[in-house]
């Protein structure tokens, strides 16, 4: 079968507000090849993704997306390899190209799950999906009190870690964030995973780091994630030499195979959070499993937005038995809960469970979403190059 149909979807929030919630938005991919339907979500700002699936060739590297997949043959998993092999050339120079691959290549290994009657997991080469530990991932309160009560809730909801993040931690005084740490630890309770988001404040500068490193080791923090930006793999080295028990994670920010494999090999984390809506999809994103679980480091997902997606960034480590730790979003605007029928939910003991049904196992809520659907057009020398397709 040949792919027909390529459609990218804005979504939205009637109001996106300035706050570290990429829930606010969604870049939903339909693709339809020989009467089957695959979903997949960009985690990138919809438009610019969608304007580099549909905009004029630059030159011979700076090729429009859907240059290298209308029309392809999709018939076994070694053409959605071969698909992203080819958007890579092709949009070499086109750097929105990653993010835009990245909801083609979930909608891809779904119709063909779908096609082939197996769930995604399968067709990327596990025998079965173990149970994963999720940790309910939320933004630190605007007070000490304010994340102690969403500790205490996440360990009420039946939540064994939780991860809490961004807000004002690393902007004001060391004793500000320490008050936040013991909070957020004091909620959660002693025997709770503690984990904890930076959201990269601190740049490059290892001693504003460091300063913190004391107090995050007393609450028995299992990580400090993205301390610095994605790239600065001197600071993670550097600190990571400092922090003893609590291990450095940070990956969400790279979108190919290769940033990932520098952060794993150079920078000291001990957890690699691969998005699989922006490093080019399930595919690359198996490939950083597989290359994490060759160097010791441990592979975790990373997702914030809609159980499509969350769905989708668990297969790529869905038959790693020992990499347990799962993100898991329980503070998502209502467009990422409204984006599927169903949702993967916590079991009796705290683990999530992927489903066993064929591609990702999610269904998309069609009629739900057209309340969030965004009218959009893009025009270039006076002719449509898009316009936002029918949902049905």
Known sequence: ???????????????????????????????????????????????????????????????????????????????????GDLVRDQSLDLLQADHTLSGIDMALWDLLGKRLNEPAYRLLGYKAAY???????????????????????????????????????????????VEQFRAAREGLGEDGTLLVDIGTVWRDDIDAASERVKALQDVRATWLEEPFVSGALEAYKQLSLRTGPVKLAGGEGCHNFYMARQMIDYAGIGYVQIDAGRIGGISVAKRVADYAHTRGVTYVNHTFTSHLQLS?????????????????????????????????????????????????????????????????????????????????
């Open 1 to 83: 079968m040949k792919i027909e149909s390529v459609d990218f979807f804005y979504l939205s929030m009637p109001e996106v507000h300035d706050i570290g919630d990429g829930s606010q938005d969604a870049c939903l991919v339909r693709v339809r090849a020989g009467g089957v339907t695959g979903w997949g979500e960009c985690e990138a700002a919809p438009l610019p993704s969608i304007a580099a699936f549909v905009c004029p060739m630059s030159h011979s590297a700076c090729k429009p997306v859907q240059a290298s997949v209308l029309g392809q043959p999709i018939d076994d998993v070694a053409d959605i390899q071969r698909i």
């Open 131 to 177: 149970p994963k530990m999720p940790y309910s991932s939320m933004l630190f309160g605007g007070t000490p009190s304010e994340t102690y009560e969403k500790g205490c809730r996440a360990r009420g909801n039946g939540f064994r870690a939780a991860k809490f993040g961004w807000g004002q931690i690393g902007l004001g005084s060391v004793e500000a964030d």
């Open 312 to 392: 989708a960034s668990l297969q790529p480590f869905a038959g790693l038995e020992d990499d347990v730790i799962a993100e898991y979003p329980v503070e998502p605007k209502c467009l990422a809960t409204d984006l599927t029928t169903n949702h993967i939910e916590l079991d009796k003991d705290g683990f999530i469970h992927l489903p066993a049904a064929p591609g990702l196992g999610m269904t998309v809520n069609v009629a739900r979403l057209k309340n969030y659907l965004v009218d959009a057009e893009i025009r270039f020398k006076g002719q449509v190059i898009y316009r936002t397709p029918d949902l049905d």
